[in-house]
């Protein structure tokens, strides 16, 4: 595109220099330093923007800080954990970088368990032969039943608190302090019953084994883990059982309802009919004509 | 065709060489940092008349125009302190004036454009006028808006030009351009001028 000066003639010049300007006011001077008067003082400069080095590296810091605090609170708030994530203590961390040997953690102190004590509990060696030597395994597996019951019961308790504090944060009603109690005193009462129901088994079953060991004078170690043997086995049934199908779940329940009522002797309920939704909708008497 | 030659502090023509000019500048620009009122009051009488016509030309009405060349000196009275740290004694006063009143001027016309939707009207006679007066302000009339009927850019390349008189460079440093972006700014105002003189003339020949 050209530059060059497109020409004005003569006649549009003097056309273009009626365009004259009209005198300023005179005392445009006086009250332009009037105006400086109680002038206010301009805004200061504003600062200047900071590199696009310094731009970048300040979104990578605030990044890393970010992802830190997130972990932070993740760590904190046990998330890591429920996910298996493990998180190094800071022992390990800093012995990593700085090659120094990690210190020994330290044992947990375990409190000293009641069969510790039985300075003079019978060595139990091969098979089981005299009253003693039953009796102490009766002994120990108390205890080993008692301590598991006991960490049981910790961890329903933890969970009620737990499902308490979870509603808590998420703003969910709680229970009041009544019917908590009242939860934990139906809860206190069906650990009763259990342990009760229980003891009687095992009271029994030990009669056996203790009449067992009079008549046979041995008893294998196999004769007296059966129960728990057979512990472990509902434990397996209950899990294949999970993992039926839901229909085959519901057909399993009700077969089981129907055979415990009738060891009962009570008659087996029949299932609730179905009725066919295009039979349900069908008038039952003819409709009155009019 | 410039109205007066008061703008003797900035024109390289004029008979200050412009190293002496650029020294006097600064050295004005210092004392009016220090509050000196006498070293403002020089600066008023020296460009105000310039920054006057420029401002006038661009918009069409002489209050305006006054109240524009107002706010260029009251900036410069604000700005002095840090203006005069920053350009280190090098500065020309005549060329940052008329860069800030060309801007004020496209502001307050793009202000006015965007509120009324249209051209800044042109101002109406007050009183029936003698003959020759009349003709003299249809003539003045006429030539106004020829120019203010022109885009902002374009209006101050032509104030800037031809009325004032300035370099090609120097009115490209006052609108804050580069030479060439100028130069082809002035080629399309000078022809969107002469588009429009002619039209007007065969409508009056008519």
């Known amino acids: 595109m050209s530059t060059d ?40 400069q504003l600062r ?45 961390v800093w012995s990593a970088v700085t090659f120094e040997e990690r210190p020994e953690p330290l044992q947990p102190v375990t409190e000293e368990t009641p069969a510790d004590q039985h300075e003079d509990a019978p060595l139990i060696e091969g098979r089981i032969d005299t009253p003693e030597e039953l009796e102490e395994v009766f002994r120990r597996v108390d205890e080993a039943g008692d301590i598991r019951r006991e960490n049981r019961r910790d961890r329903v308790d933890q969970r009620i608190d737990n499902a308490i504090e979870r509603r808590s944060r998420q703003g969910l009603p709680l229970p009041s302090a009544e019917q908590e109690q009242r939860l934990r005193d139906r809860l206190e009462r069906f650990r009763e019953w259990s342990d009760e129901r229980r003891e009687r088994r095992t009271e029994d079953r030990r009669d056996e084994l203790r009449e067992t060991l009079k008549e046979e004078g041995t008893l294998a170690r196999e004769d007296i883990i059966r129960g728990e043997a057979s512990d472990r086995s509902v434990a397996e049934r209950v899990r294949r059982f999970r993992e039926l199908p839901p229909e085959e779940r519901r057909e399993r329940i009700r077969q089981f309802r129907e055979q415990r009522r009738a060891n009962r002797g009570l008659p087996i309920q029949q299932e609730p009919q179905v009725l066919d939704p295009a039979e349900e909708t069908q008038p039952s008497e003819d409709p009155p004509s009019n | 065709m410039t109205g007066d030659t008061a703008d003797q502090g900035s024109n390289p023509s004029g008979g200050v060489p412009a190293a002496d000019s650029v020294a006097l500048d600064a050295e004005l620009l210092a004392r009016i940092a220090q509050r000196d009122e006498q070293a403002f009051r020089e600066v008023i009488a020296d460009h105000s008349q310039m920054l006057h016509r420029i401002a006038y030309r661009m918009i069409g009405q002489p209050q305006e125009a006054e109240d524009i060349v107002q706010e260029v000196m ?39 454009k965007r509120a009324s939707g249209e051209e800044v009207p042109e101002q109406e006679d007050a009183a029936p006028l003698a003959d020759r007066e009349m003709e003299e302000r249809e003539e003045s009339n006429a030539a106004r808006s020829l120019v203010t009927e022109l885009p902002e850019k374009q209006r101050a390349a032509i104030v800037l030009t031809y009325y004032e008189e300035l370099p090609n460079s120097q009115a490209a440093e006052a609108m804050d351009m580069n030479i060439k972006a100028f130069e082809s700014l002035l080629y399309r105002a000078r022809g969107a001028l002469r588009n429009a003189y002619r039209e007007r003339e065969g409508g009056t020949a008519q």
């Open chain 1, 5 to 44: 000066p497109i020409p004005f003639d003569e006649k549009m010049k003097s056309v273009l220099d009626q365009y004259t300007v009209p005198d300023m006011s005179a005392d445009f001077a006086d009250r332009v330093v009037d105006a400086t008067e109680n002038r206010a003082r301009p805004l200061p």
């Open chain 1, 48 to 92: 200047p923007a900071p590199s696009r080095r310094w731009r970048s590296g300040r979104r990578v810091l605030v990044g890393v800080l970010a992802a830190g605090a997130l972990a932070t609170a993740a760590a904190a708030t046990g998330v890591l954990e429920e996910l298996g994530i493990e998180l190094p203590a800071v022992e390990e």
């Open chain 2, 74 to 112: 009251l900036r410069l009275w604000d700005h002095a302190p840090r203006l005069s740290q920053k350009v280190n004694g090098a500065i020309r006063l005549g060329a940052w004036l008329k860069r800030v009143a060309v801007n004020l001027a496209i502001d307050r016309l793009r202000v006015a």
